[in-house]
């Protein structure tokens, strides 16, 4: 044995003790050690940096799995979270393998027959030791302390604050949960200096963020600074150089994070959450994962349902059911004669257009699709003017019922069959997807980018969705004062204070809220109230602007003319009539199911009932009061709090008394309330006497309601509909419509909040019917 052998042998051997006295304790390593997969038994560490936040050394997945990778993790995470590997598209095997700080000063990766899997680019260098900074940062240094190599200077998928993003680096997804190679999503600085998000993927590259349908400047970016830097702070702030800038939801010092490309494509923030281990989102790039582009792959359509999930248009299959990136074949052989077309509504694939017609008659559109043999689809848009779109590939397809579009697919004649996309597949579920543990999903403030989510046209065309008015402003009280005239005119009062009607100096009419004990600074008041403003959909009361002066914080609303939906639902004379009954369910289900957001719980209201959704001069309901949970939340002591401000009895989800953490799903109950109100034209929040419940227990309408429906549906019998529906319309009601309401309020109301669907697939239930006119 020669001297330097026995050096190593020594070394290891005292690493070895090292690791079964106490195997956090090592923080460097020396020049000229080297340790094989066996010294380090898998996934322990190697060192460990100072504070114990990060570990580094062979990790690898699974206890059957011979592949590893050098690996940096955070130590506490209940999954031992992976934030870099070296090796990442070349696995070592688990037996012969070594890590080795050289003598030449190259730190080595060797392969069980001695091949190199990776290595740094440091044999040149005189480098003295090998260290894991409490950053999570894996340098190299010299004998003079100075690093000479550094793990940040090569991120994979994960950015950890303290790391420079810049020119030269890109985050790249991993394929899957826990699988570490390179997939094909990526978040990188553009050659114009902005910062990207990129699917390049086999078949196409395609950019999705910022929202391609927006320039720049609509986007809140800039090309001018060509720095290209970026850099998430340790307060969960991020800022870059092209003006992109965001906080954690949980801004603040003390906060383990990482921000990660993950394998669906979305860019997110996370925390760790100490005692559980597990990592909540803080912040997100994106809102509606169908935005992503590739995710279904050729002719593949992402839908929710109510999560993201791909399927195929009628005469495609999927190529592969366990790898929805292949995408879809078609069952036919094209032609370009004799061609027909299957109608997809609220579809679109985004690019590849062949050519864009504008202004073009449905026909027009479907001609020059026919005449051309390159056509796949067309896409056409009534909104004022007729927009054509004609396809040459599809990719990137998505349906959502916001969407105004239609595809029309070109299938040879004979062969059309049904015009509904066929679900069928495995889950893009955004939790299974990208399973990160018990990912708890908060009331995360979004990045208004969600809101812009449109392509093709630009959003402000599209039904429900406007561009963020510029008109949103700031008010002295004074100003508001007189638009009120002095706080005159009281058209309501909620649960936040009383509200004035007022109008402004444009001529504008308004309801100024007054709200009462918001002890907020100023500086997060604006941030909060700029967040509500920025969520702008058809069925949700729009804010133009707030003041805060002082002890005085006000919100100014548009001014909704009809009042509140119990005025009209509950009145003796000139109750609703059926057809705007029907239209308020809708109305309300959409806008609940934008504030909730498919996989992000972004705003849960806690406060649906009547009393909060205005009707305008149509009676087109529109949500209020949403958002403002979390402006008073905090004037108080946490969640508890939450619960006295909010929730109004008769519409709150049992789990409101039984402590349960809140979830989207309250709203879904007191929705389902109201629906059945909405059939029924009474109340059904009140309490009444029984005479099944002789013991004195409580019981609501609802309940009674409730049992009388259920049992009327069992046992079969055809008038239950005509029961339960609202007498005073002396059967001017579809019936149609009549029973989907009604089977949506009951599933909504069910006492085990997994069993209620979400306010999407409501959407979903309610637009299948809404066509439906004829008055029974
Ligand atoms: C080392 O240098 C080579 C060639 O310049 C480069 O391809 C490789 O990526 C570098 N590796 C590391 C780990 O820096
Ligand atoms: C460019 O961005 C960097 C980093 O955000 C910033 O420090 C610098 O001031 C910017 N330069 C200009 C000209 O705005
Ligand atoms: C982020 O937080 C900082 C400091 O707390 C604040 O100045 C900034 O306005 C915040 N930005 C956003 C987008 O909320
Ligand atoms: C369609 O065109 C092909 C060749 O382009 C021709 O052989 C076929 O007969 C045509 N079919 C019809 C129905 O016109
Ligand atoms: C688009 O279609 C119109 C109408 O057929 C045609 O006049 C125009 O040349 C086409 N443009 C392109 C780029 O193909
Ligand atoms: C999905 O497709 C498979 C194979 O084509 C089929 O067996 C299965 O019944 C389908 N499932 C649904 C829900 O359509
Ligand atoms: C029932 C009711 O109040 N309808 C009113 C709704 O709003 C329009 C426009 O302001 C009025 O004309 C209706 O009378």
Redesign the pocket.
Known sequence: MGSQSVTIFLVFLSSLAATSVDSTSRSFLARGSSFSVEDVSSSSSLLTSPDNTFSCGFYTVGVNSNAYWFAIWFTNSKEKTVVWTANRDNPVNGHGSSIALRKDGAFVLSDLDGSIAWQTNTSSINVHQAELLNSGNFVLKDPHGKIVWQSFDFPTDTLLPGQLFTKSKRLVSNVGHQMFSSGYFSFFFDSDNVLRMIYDGPDISSIYWPNVNLGLFQNGRTNY?S?R?AVLDDKGIF???DQLHFNASDVGLGIQRRLAMDPDGNLRLYSLHDSSGSWVITWQAIGKLCDVHGLCGRNGICVYAPDPTCSCPPQYEPVDLTDWRKGCKRKFERTCNDSEFVELTHVDYYGFDLNFTQPASFEECRQICLQDCRCLAFSYRLTGEGLCFTKSALFNGYSSVDFAGIIYLRVPTRAQTSNQPTLNGSHLDCRSLNAIGAIEVILAVASWWFLFRKRGISASMEDGYHAISSQFRSFSYSELKTTTNKFKEVVGRGGFGAVYKGVLADERTVAVKKLGDVVQGEEEFWAEVSTIARINHMNLARMWGFCSEGKHRLLVYEFVENGSLDKHLFANENFLAWKDRFKVALGTAKGLAYLHHECLEWVIHCDVKPENILLDKDFEPKIADFGLAKLCQRSGHGSSELTRIRGTKGYMAPEWAMNLPLSAKVDVYSYGVMILELVKGIRLSNWVVDEHYSFGEGMTELMRVVRIAKAMIRSGEDSWVDNFVDPRLRGKFNRNQAATMIKAGLSCVEEDRNKRPTMESVVHDLTECEDDITLK
């Open positions: 600074n720095s830097i800022t870059a150089s």
